[in-house]
């Protein structure tokens, strides 16, 4: 009879570690989920600060969204194209401007003026080619030389052509100085 008693005290000893163990784990469940009921209920919903960075593992600044002296700016840095995406107020105007090593390559604004896209060249501040549509206005594509004269302005009523002097060549309809 001791063996049989024993057998049965053996079984019923795993049953408790069995149980034990199980308990455990659905304690350690409850509190997990609690957790993250509790992170949820922390979540703030707004969250206020003057800038944000998104950075990589190692520390390097993906992107910034910041207030600037124009308005707000969010600026993403394409590291493998060398250049920068700039989201925002942009003299004045709602755009989108990409640059490279400090020069503005593109422009895209629109605003109380009207709508435009620029092309600048590399080193150089202004415009080399624009399309822009001023409220109401046909829009226009003008192309500048280096030099910053306007050389061709073509628009659904106009086309005008001048020479590296600024002089007047060809111009429909036909326009004296």
Known sequence: MSEALEERMTRLE????????????????AVASFGVV??????PIEIRAR????VARSGEELARLADSPG?????????QAGADVVLGSLNGDAGLGIVAQGDTLVTLASGKNGTS???HGKGKSRLLAGLAGADG????LSLWDEGGRTRLMLGLAVLRLRDENGKLLYSVPTMKE
């Open 14 to 29: 795993r049953k408790l570690r069995r149980s034990q163990f199980l308990g455990l784990g659905a304690l350690l469940a």
């Open 38 to 43: 509790l992170a949820e209920c922390r979540t």
């Open 51 to 54: 800038a944000f960075s998104l």
């Open 71 to 79: 308005g707000p700016l969010l600026l993403v840095h394409a590291k």
């Open 117 to 119: 896209l620029g092309l």
């Open 137 to 140: 206005d046909s829009p226009t």
